[in-house]
């Protein structure tokens, strides 16, 4: 995956539009994520999604010097949102929305056949039942695979403060499971 | 607080960030709860839970896409900026010697071309003016002339128009079958060439339609009105109709605005055309009966297996969607 995305990097240095493509199809989903959590309306979100990628674009040139091309899209996409809200919707608070996780997919996983459909779809719940900052956290560290330090600067919060988050999380989705697999505690 | 160090332990374990140390007080915190062993083993199995595997909806993924792509095609870098300032000083010498020397000879358009792909796309023209083009629909307009001598626009598929007022010239829309002439308004221009007929539906304020094939002949329009002609060039009907409306009263030509494609008892033949145009597939009937079929509804934005399940609820078919054909069947 890693070699994946320094070949994009390589492609788009080089003017490769389709090599762009590729890293849009990889990570625009979670960066809308991302940036819907901060700004809360989905018309916006998309533009800003649209920004962090013609950005990248046009700075293609210096783009062989960016040491982690996935911090740095995350980064990206963190400052325009704060930017679009500064501009567009001063009064409003920075608080984080309700961006609800996607349903579950269809089709049996192993996963699925090992725990069953019913609990899944309990998980799922749960993990949309989070509070909003609590679930981006989760959701950032555990499904975009970003480190504890990276999702606290991103947000501005303490490290301490994802490590909290990510505990509480994990807390409320075992009770759960735990429940289906008939374990007490 | 001792019983949250143990989640947080927890958690720091299962996504890896977890070192030596804390390990170490993780597993003495576990030997001292025998019930908690379960714990690293669930906290793993939750970790390898696919709970992200559905991205962005298509039609959401494919128009932010466009909005990239547009900007994407319309640049062109150079590596080096230095280069580059020479070679623009004297690309700019070259072409204002060229410019003063062959302009009075040579009038070489300069296109600009908007195309949507699947999904829709917004665009403001130079002169203020908004269009929205609906997916596989195409806007082409001279980038030299226009707003300064004309503003001539040619249209294939659907577009909404919202008209900047601008006195100096009128803005024209001409499509295969329908010129259109506007002065500040809005209204909606549907003249796909897959259609069997093409529409301009007015909104607000007054435009005159003319027709390419039939020359001298010209309809003012008012709100509401809408005009349609048959896209075949031996035909030279016109009918004029007043714009039909939904329970809201919004214009049903509009709804694909908002995404939505409507159909009110159509044939399964032109619903699947337009199904065609909407998710980008191929449609293919097992049976000529089947085309026969009549439906109401309102496509939204859901998969193309939902729509087809959906249409199956009226009326007995079964289909297969495979990349991007679809079979239908008895």
Redo the contacts between chains.
Sequence with gaps: MHDEISEWQHGIHT?D?PA??KL??HF???L?HLALAIIHT?EMA??V??DV??QV??K??HLDQVQNLKWYLYATTRNIALNYLRKYAPHKTSQLDDTI?????AGD?P?DL??GHEA?QQ??IA?NELPPQCRLIF?L???DGL??REVAALLDISIKTV??Q??????K??RI??QH?G??? | MSDNIIWILLGKYASGEITAEELAALDALIAAHPDAAVLKTLATSIWELPTDAMPAHPVVHQRIWNRVNIRVRHSFAWRSPRRLAAAAAIIVVIGWIAWKIMMPYVYSPRQQISEAGTGKLSLTLPDGSKVCLNHHSRLVYDDRQFGKKNREVTLTGEAFFEVAGHAAHPFVIHTSRMNITVLGTSFNVKAYATDSIISTTLISGKIAVSFPHQPGKAVELLPNEKIIVPAATASTNIVRSFAQKDSSGKATDLLWLNNKLVFDNESFATLAQQMEQWYGVSIHFAHPSLMQLKFSGIIDTEPIEETLKALQLSRSFTFQVHNREVWIDK
């Design positions: 003017g539009t762009l493509k849009y199809d625009s989903p979670s809308f989905r998309e533009e999604v649209a990628f013609i674009w046009q293609r040139q996780l996607p349903a579950p997919p996983t996963e090992l725990i899944m998980i799922y993990i959701k560290v555990k499904e480190k504890y490590e909290n990510v505990g509480i999380a994990l807390k989705l075992l499971k735990a697999v374990n007490p505690f």
